[in-house]
């Protein structure tokens, strides 16, 4: 049974840096694409970053581009994990935050609208002014 659980969401002030973790289990963890998205209050699920099985290769959306890092562990602690590290962090990126894994990958936008493949169920990221 595939299962992602996500933690390290909290409450920071602008400014401020969260790491988020995702363990995967229940499949070939490095055989899928797996990705970070999020969902404010009365928004749209938007994608925030998609990591590509086998070479790594990490797309971004726009609004976190020079502030998120989505990473896969690499040790064999952290080889079922993957992590955002989100820094100079801004009120407008308040959300649940989700990750997710796929055998195929999709673009971010794809991905959020289609909501294929598996899903954890959230940490919560708050940030004031």
């Known amino acids: 049974q595939v299962q992602l659980v996500e933690s390290g969401g909290g409450s920071v002030q602008s400014g401020g840096s969260l790491r988020l973790s995702c363990v995967a289990s229940?499949?070939?963890?490095?055989?899928?694409?797996m990705g970070w998205f999020r969902q404010a209050p009365g928004k749209e699920r938007e994608g925030v970053a998609v990591?590509?099985?086998?070479?790594?290769?990490?797309?971004?959306?726009d609004s976190v581009k020079d502030r998120f890092t989505a990473s896969r562990g690499n040790d064999k602690n952290t080889k079922n994990t993957l992590f955002l590290q989100m820094n100079s962090l801004k009120p407008e990126d308040t959300a649940m935050y989700y990750c997710?894994?796929?055998?195929?990958?999709?673009?971010?936008?794809?991905?959020?609208?289609?909501?294929?493949?598996?899903w954890g169920q959230g940490t919560q990221v708050t940030v004031s002014s």
């Open positions: 997710a894994a796929s055998i195929g990958c999709y673009a971010l936008d794809t991905w959020a609208s289609t909501r294929s493949g598996h």
């Open positions: 229940g499949y070939t963890y490095s055989g899928v694409c």
């Open positions: 990591v590509v099985s086998g070479g790594g290769k990490v797309y971004y959306a």
